[in-house]
């Protein structure tokens, strides 16, 4: 099932032999505080998840799936 925004495109599958489960995957974006509202404003959001502004590479917002998976968006000091 594809997903995307921006120029970034994820593919993501839930059949075996795909990928494997508890993957990491780390998205630069240009402004993460502005991302994390538009996912607080979603009613069918199962998290709400919060900012690490002293994370490595940037401020960062982690998602986690429902197979385990971290999705990282971070923003890099250089979109600061």
Known sequence: MPRSRSAALLHLSEHHGDGAPNS???????????????????????????????????????VIDPYGNIFSFTQPPSAQ
């Open 24 to 62: 990491a995957v780390w998205i630069p974006v240009r402004d993460v505080f502005a991302l994390h509202e538009e996912l607080l404003t979603r009613p069918n959001a199962p998290v709400r998840p919060g900012i690490d502004p002293d994370a490595p590479g940037g401020p960062t917002l982690q």
